[in-house]
């Protein structure tokens, strides 16, 4: 049997003293945490009033694209190619008509006086992460490993430990408060890559030449919705279990990039790349490759050598045959 459901006439037609509001987020960020401003009353308004708006609250058009949801299209589509008025939604649990927008940063291909620049840079950083002793560790890891800056968001330690370094003498550091801020501050064109299980496997991972890398926290990782705002997401392989200390994570990403850039012959502690060197009492041409690798094979020496041999416990001498 059909059953009739009666809509409050105020869903179509609505009165010119209603209230609306303008509801705008970034991309990575949930609607309910973005910020709110009052519109005229009514439930029709025309784009540039909402631009208007956006500029008047200091967002920077210039830097953002703003996408508002097309019902007649079923999906997004730049505010500024809206002809006509932009409906509003009434929200019942609120009772007012409400009009979200999303800003996202725009996508723009480099041109080819910036290209040719030879310099590249990257930052680190943790989304709320909540353990002082794994951010002041990849803090040091950073300086160490050529990041350019570091930086929080919604961080949930009181103390950090573990930066012996003290990198912020030496490098940037940006605390950022919530998503929010940190869209409006990373740094322009800057690819985001996050860290995270299922991404690009690290090996075959290719670097962007400006990026910033970010990582999720201990406990809960990086959130799908930002996940989704991120232009690469990179996994890191392992044997036996997938999950990383963040610190581990976040310093392993960051030696793999070194490793990978061709200006690594510029390193502290190396030969350079080509070069010899001479570890063991043997010469190696390959460079911190072959040093690496030689280093590699006296550990598993190490480690499986006998105990008493360890402790400086003499053997007896083989007998001769």
Known sequence: KAVLVQVPLRHY????????YLRWYYLGQQPKRGKVAKLAPGSHHAAESLLACLADHGEELGRFDVWVHSDSHSGYMLLKEVEGLVAARFEDDAGHYEIQLRLEEHRRICSEE????PKSYFGIGIMRGKRGHNHGTLWRSATQLGASFTFTIGQRYDKEEGDTLDSTRLIPYFPCEDWAEFVRVRPQRALLVGVEMGGTPLPEFKHPECCVYLLGAEDHGLPAVVRQACQHVVSIPSVRTESYNVAVAGSLLMYDRLMKD???SQ?????GIGNECNVSGQRQTSGCHGCISECGRGLLILLSAPWN???GISRPAAASS
């Open 114 to 117: 910036q290209v040719k620049i």
């Open 309 to 311: 041999c360890l402790f």
């Open 262 to 264: 061709s200006r690594s």
């Open 13 to 20: 037609f609505a009165m010119s003293s209603d209230e609306a």
């Open 267 to 271: 390193l502290v502690g190396t030969h």
